[in-house]
């Protein structure tokens, strides 16, 4: 499955997320947990409640913050220490939410990914 919208994902976004654009692009992962730089966890269809991720992540405290900046500006949504809460949209619709110190030990980011489909109201009554 390939990102929603691609035309809308410019390259300074796609560089942040690198390490986890394979997850972003997997059919069946809903949410993407990452709590430091390197401890990745995704939950999703099939997954019975989270499961760690082995492999990406990325190289250090320093680079994920930059990750961190670079979509913060992509979104257009400051996110400083007096405003450490970042809450918005990624192009494809995705929500992402980051929290760095000191509102938490350490800087962490959650992607929620939505279905491809619409719910309906004929799918819902099914």
Not at 20 to 30: A, F, H, P, S, W
Not at 54 to 78: H, M
């Amino acid at each position: 499955m390939a990102l929603r919208n691609p035309e809308r994902w410019d390259s300074a976004l796609l560089s942040a997320l690198h390490p986890v654009r394979d997850l972003l692009e997997g059919e069946r992962v809903t949410e993407i947990e990452v709590n430091g730089f390197d401890d990745v966890w995704i939950k999703g269809e099939g997954i019975r409640g989270h499961q760690r991720v082995e492999g990406p992540g990325w190289a250090d405290l320093q680079d994920f913050t930059t990750a961190c900046t670079r979509i913060s500006d992509v979104i257009q949504r400051r996110i400083n220490q007096e405003r450490p809460v970042l809450n918005g949209r990624l192009p494809g619709g995705e929500r992402v939410n980051i929290i760095i110190p000191p509102a938490c030990e350490k800087a962490s980011m959650t992607i929620r990914k939505f279905p491809q489909d619409t719910m309906t109201m004929e799918r819902l009554l099914e």
